[in-house]
């Protein structure tokens, strides 16, 4: 074995091996040969899958409703949120100041319009309704106002819904901007971080290999034995 290839039993492994053919590439590695910080900013892109992938906008509102004002129905108090998607339609037509009474006159006159046969006529099918709205003395105007009310508030709560879903879409967009340039900023910051101790790393080996040349002049016995009987080297081996 040659006296140069013997010079990790002699020191802690902080000597530069190097041949006639060493290039700038190989101060960047450690003394097993391995990369020291060539990988890190790969490893980072691998972590987050390679660039940050852009985020997709949210589905634009039906145009419909997101464009219009909503009618000012909701005057005495706003309509529940519809969590997960769920109406409370009652509560909705309360907040539109309509009658729990009315609602109910409503929802029974449908369920009579549903309860009869498919086939039936479509004549004889009113003839039926407003019969049986007359025995039970409601007055049918009464009904129709309580219908085009209800759906009147339906359609005032859609459209409140979509102006709050695009004010929130609008501001969550803005803070993804201001995090994706945080992103960017911290991405350029790691990575000159790396390239600085990258640049390090480089001309302190390079020193090294300077220093070194004086020991390897000195050979390799007379550096051991002082590495052995100094009290501020460490010998390897020993910790």
């Known amino acids: ?15 530069v091996v190097q041949d006639d053919a ?24 691998a972590r987050s899958g390679s660039a940050f992938p852009p985020i997709p906008p949210p589905p634009p509102l039906p145009s419909s409703t997101s464009a219009q004002p909503a009618p000012k129905v909701f005057s005495k108090q706003p309509p529940p949120a519809a969590k997960g998607g769920s109406v409370d339609f009652a509560k909705v037509f ?3 100041d309509i009658d729990a009474q009315e609602q109910d006159r409503v929802a029974k006159s449908v369920d009579l319009l549903r309860s009869l046969p498919a086939d039936t006529a479509p004549v004889v099918k009113k003839q039926i309704v407003e019969a049986s709205l007359k025995a039970f003395g409601v007055p049918i105007d009464k009904i129709i106002e309580t219908g ?23 501001e969550s967009d803005q803070r993804i901007r201001t995090l994706e340039e945080s992103i960017k ?6 990575q ?16 090294k290999l300077e220093v070194q040349q004086i020991l390897e002049f000195f050979g390799q016995e007379a550096v051991a034995k002082v590495v052995h009987e100094s009290p501020k080297l460490i010998e390897p081996g020993k910790k």
Request: hydrophobic share 45%; proline share 1%; net charge negative.
């Open 1 to 15: 074995m040659s006296e140069k290839k013997g010079w990790g039993h002699t020191v802690l492994g902080w000597f």
């Open 22 to 45: 060493q290039s700038a590439d190989a101060l960047l590695t450690d003394a097993d040969g391995a990369p020291l910080l060539s990988s890190i900013v790969d490893a980072a892109d």
């Open 94 to 96: 309360a907040a539109a």
């Open 148 to 170: 085009v009310e209800e759906i009147q508030a339906l359609e005032a709560y859609i459209r409140a819904g979509a102006a709050d879903t695009q004010k929130k879409s609008d």
């Open 185 to 190: 900023e911290l991405r350029a910051e790691m």
């Open 192 to 207: 000159q971080c790396v390239a600085d101790q990258q640049a390090i790393i480089k001309a302190c080996n390079e020193k």
